[in-house]
Nanobody, 126 residues
């Protein structure tokens, strides 16, 4: 599957952004999807994931209550709505597709995801 992330940019603390990730190349609706981020000098970290059906979602503690992951299987797209952004959210954000067909639980480790988008940069100024 090919993934194309978009929607990043430069915003101020407290602002909102919505990231999108368009998928192509295989049946999108049968795979859990995730968002990860990587700040300069840090390891890639889990942000959120959503089940293949869209019925379940999980979040990192650092974004819980501020970020929302959704998907539109008809459009082969997953979204990350980010509210109340702060400078600690500055990173390159990557979308990723689960390795396993219809995995029955939400993965959080990067190794569980087999396809990655190119990343979109989010910069939050204070």
């Amino acid at each position: 599957v090919q993934l194309q992330a978009s929607g990043g940019g430069l915003v101020q603390a407290g602002d909102s952004l919505r990231l999108s990730c368009a998928a192509s190349g295989r049946t999108f609706s049968n795979y859990n999807m995730g968002w990860f981020r990587q700040a300069p000098g840090k390891e890639r970290e889990f942000v959120a994931s959503i089940s293949w059906s869209g019925g379940f979602a999980g979040y990192a503690d650092s974004v819980k209550g501020r970020f929302t992951i959704t998907r539109d299987n008809a459009k082969n797209t997953v979204y990350l709505q980010m509210n109340s952004l702060n400078p600690e959210d500055t990173a390159v954000y990557y979308c990723a597709s689960d390795l396993v067909f219809s995995r029955p639980y939400l993965p959080v480790r990067p190794a569980a995801f087999g396809s990655w988008g190119q990343g979109t940069l989010v910069t939050v100024s204070s």
